[in-house]
């Protein structure tokens, strides 16, 4: 296991017509353990899955992507479910999350990483709960130096109650954070009077290296402290659905980081520019193609 991820899944509902439904596993963490684990790289995944029928499945689908499970517990309370509206450009989101089973992770003793593992990734909605936002701060916390931390925040303001105290959290997040990778959109929503550069610059007084920010179509870009920021372009691709698109290029950054050599003592800020133009090229192509179909749908390393 080279890269972990800790954070939520559960069934997303997608909108086929009015009213009408589709079910697909998901949730953002959940998305990036299959897209990494489609790219060839040993990967495990964190949280505690639900015993009904929902639950069943998305063990089903981890360990047929080739998800090393060994880490999820388990819990009678019901799974965690997602409604998805396509919008022009974007999804609108409600989440039926109260009280399922992944909301309430919270294992004794925390789990331990192995040694090999390089990435512990982190983040979204699985954030915004208790005990699970405690638990998995913890497993973060006790990791700290000894893997790269990787903070994918994914925000979901409507389901953000109390935006002041999210920020004082994301502060604390951000502390423990090595590369933070989050949208232009979810920059916006937590900080809608600041340029990227003015966040980039007050995110790395809390001891992140490395910064990434992804613009959807229009690419994205790399900000480290005291280095001028590379900006990437998107592919140009027939778009389908955008839903697990950030979620595949997190994955692929860190299997782009992986192939270049990046080991836990690794300063992501003093990686060459060129090493980081390929990793991002390699993720934003990965996002690329899992956006010419429906859902989230990863590509495998031969597609890329």
């Not at 006790?142 to 990787?150: A, E, N, S």
Request: hydrophobic share 45%; aromatic share 8%; glycine share 8%.
């Amino acid at each position: 296991m080279r890269i972990a991820i800790a954070g939520e899944a559960l069934i997303d509902f997608t909108s086929t017509g009015s009213m009408a439904f589709q079910g697909h596993c998901g949730g953002s963490p959940f998305n990036t353990a299959i897209a990494a684990a489609r790219l060839d790289q040993p990967t495990g995944f964190l949280t505690q899955l639900s015993a009904d029928m929902f639950g069943d499945e998305l063990l089903r689908y981890l360990r047929t992507n080739g998800v090393d499970t060994q880490f999820i517990t388990y819990d009678a309370a019901p799974s965690t479910v997602a409604f998805v509206e396509r919008l022009q450009g974007t999804n609108r989101y409600a989440f039926l999350a109260e009280g399922s089973a992944d909301s309430r992770y919270a294992p004794k003793p925390l789990p331990i990483l192995p040694d090999e593992t390089v990435f512990l990734q982190f983040g979204s909605i699985s954030l915004l709960a208790e005990p699970a936002a405690g638990t998995i701060a913890g497993i973060v916390r006790q990791h700290l130096g000894k893997k790269l931390i990787v903070f994918d925040p994914n925000i979901r303001i409507s389901l953000i109650t109390d935006l002041a105290a999210y920020r004082a959290k994301f502060a604390r997040w951000l502390a423990m954070t090595n590369l933070l990778k989050l949208s232009d959109e979810d920059m916006i929503q937590l900080e809608p009077e600041k340029s990227p550069e003015a966040c980039a610059a007050e995110w790395f007084q809390h001891g992140v290296r490395a910064i990434v920010v992804t613009r959807g179509p229009t690419g994205a870009t790399l900000y480290r402290h005291g280095k001028p920021p590379i900006d990437i372009p998107a592919p140009k691709v027939q778009v389908v659905d955008t839903i697990g698109a950030g979620d595949t290029f997190t994955a692929a950054m860190m299997v782009g980081l992986l192939e270049r050599g990046v080991v836990p003592k690794t300063d992501l800020a003093q990686l060459s520019d060129d090493q980081w133009r390929q990793t991002l090229d390699f993720a934003a192509a990965a996002a690329a193609i899992n956006c010419t179909r429906a859902g989230a749908n990863p590509p495998r390393r031969s597609e890329i």
